[in-house]
């Protein structure tokens, strides 16, 4: 050997770095030497202590993360490799979940839930440190039936209930503390149906933004995410939700690295509107924005041709107290800078109605410092359960308060198909949503092969349902038509 090292040494003038690494490692593999002790005492704690703080953690983190399959139909491209079909069919779909409440509600993607008839949740058991294969311990779960509490399509998320309580639940990580670049995320979830499947990565960036025309901004991960990891949890060291585990970008169809999350401070901001709304209340500040091009900046002799330029303000808004103007040039919400109107939403979209935003502007050549109150954006269906009478439009055996759709109400659904039928206003308390999955905003057209055009019709159709006996009901959801059945 050190023949080896002397020639090196005479042709190159000194000893290579990498002849000092090759020696280290001969060293190390040859066995002990005099005063060296044995391999197993001087191997690095920290290997162990990051060993065991990962098995610690998928133990914490498992049970609350289910497998969900969806029933119905739906588009058949397959959503989690980032194609869209226009074929609508049947199928059979796979996603994850993760419990953020004991009592039995689950954040998944709404892309997961899309066009479906029946949900099936299935919740791991809690396994000891000791469970092995083969050890006698209930490994395959327990199944659940659920039905939709909300659903938000523009940011792809939605919230589902099942009868179960005390069960293991994540805590969401807020906006207050967003993932940070490099920092280590574990990803769990079913991919290709594999249930309690985890994988380990790092956050490769924190504010992606895959679609230019798509307000949705995305935590990026090189953690491995394959089909079926949809709606599942990404979480940092400490178990808390990073995000919720959306799509991926490939060419094979698996995982390359691209891996993209909705990120935690979006899941804390909706997920209590989807429980009280069944939909988001999305925040606005009063004001009319639009994007800056060349053109426009060249026009209005603008200090920068790119970002958010204000267009127009509501007198009696937020924005026009705080002393916004138009023509401001909107530089950063809460120091998040603004370079484009799907950047501007996402930073409105991570607060809460009632809430403060700090925003910096630019006014010709001048920075302004505006403290703007965020109102809520009412949706179009909360008008509809503010115009139900509790009584007049109760629907008691589908424990709704139930529109006859006017002329007027279907000009205001602009996806509506069918413009007739029964609109569900709102939820009743109490109501059998477990037993009937209907959401509000769906429309009725029929039940079991009969069209339903009115509330009367459709109250004498339940009325003639004995004990026992199946209802399918025709319903449109999202501009889709699909049945939802169930029995009384």
Do not use: W
């Not at 804390?268 to 639009?290: D, E, N, R």
């Not at 502007?361 to 009412?378: A, P, T, W």
């Amino acid at each position: 050997m050190s023949t080896f090292y002397e020639a090196c040494r005479k042709r190159s003038g000194g000893y290579p770095l990498i002849l000092v690494l090759l020696g280290v490692v001969y060293l190390l593999s040859s066995g002990t030497v005099a005063g060296q002790a044995p391999r197993s005492d001087y191997l690095p704690d920290a290997l162990h202590q990051l060993n065991d703080s990962i098995e610690a953690l998928v133990q914490r983190v498992s049970p609350s993360v289910v497998q969900i399959q969806v029933t119905g139909y739906g588009s058949t491209g397959d959503v989690d490799r980032g194609q869209t079909s226009t074929l609508i069919g049947r199928r059979l779909a796979v996603g994850s979940g993760v419990i953020v409440d004991p009592e039995g509600y689950i954040v998944t993607n709404a892309h997961v839930v899309n066009g479906a008839e029946k949900i099936e949740v299935i919740v791991p058991p809690r396994l000891s440190a000791a469970a092995t294969l083969g050890a006698d311990q209930d490994t395959q779960g327990k199944s659940y039936q659920a039905h939709i509490v909300g659903v938000a399509r523009e940011i792809d998320l939605a919230v589902i209930k099942i009868e179960a309580h005390a069960l293991s639940a994540l805590s969401i990580r807020g906006s207050i503390a967003p993932a940070r670049q490099g920092e280590m995320v574990f990803a769990f979830g079913s991919p290709e149906g594999l249930r309690n499947t985890v994988t380990m990565g790092v956050v490769s960036a924190i504010a992606r933004q895959p679609d230019p025309d798509s307000p949705i901004v995305y935590v990026q991960t090189d953690t491995p995410i394959n089909p079926g990891n949809s709606g599942g949890p990404l979480v940092d060291a400490d178990g808390e939700l990073v995000g919720i585990n959306t799509f991926i970008l490939s060419t094979s169809g698996g995982n390359q690295g691209l891996g993209f999350a909705i990120p935690a401070g979006v899941v804390a901001s909706a997920y209590p509107q989807l429980l009280k709304y069944g939909h988001v209340h999305q925040p606005t500040i009063g004001a009319l924005v639009q994007s800056i091009t060349p053109e426009l900046a060249a026009g209005l002799h603008l200090e920068r041709d790119f970002g958010v330029i204000v267009t127009d303000i509501s007198p009696d808004g937020p924005a026009n107290t705080a002393g916004l103007r138009i023509q401001d040039v909107i530089l950063s919400v809460d120091g998040s800078p603004t370079g484009s109107l799907p950047l501007f939403a996402h930073s409105l979209n991570l607060h809460k109605s009632g809430e403060h935003a700090k925003l910096e502007i630019l006014r010709g050549s001048e920075r302004v410092q505006l403290d703007i109150l965020l109102q809520e954006r009412l949706h179009k269906e909360d008008s509809f359960a503010d115009l139900a009478d509790p009584v007049k439009n109760l629907v008691r055996p589908l424990g709704i308060l139930g529109m006859e759709l006017n002329l007027d109400m279907a000009r205001s659904l602009p996806d509506l198909r069918i413009p007739t039928g029964v609109i569900v206003a709102a939820r009743t308390l109490g109501s059998r949503t477990g037993e009937v999955p209907l959401q509000t905003g769906d429309v009725i057209h029929g039940m079991n092969g009969t069209p339903i055009t009115t509330l009367d019709g459709l109250r004498e159709a339940l009325a003639k349902q004995k004990p026992g006996d199946a209802t399918a009901l025709q319903i449109e959801r999202y501009g889709q038509l699909i049945y939802v059945s169930f029995s009384r």
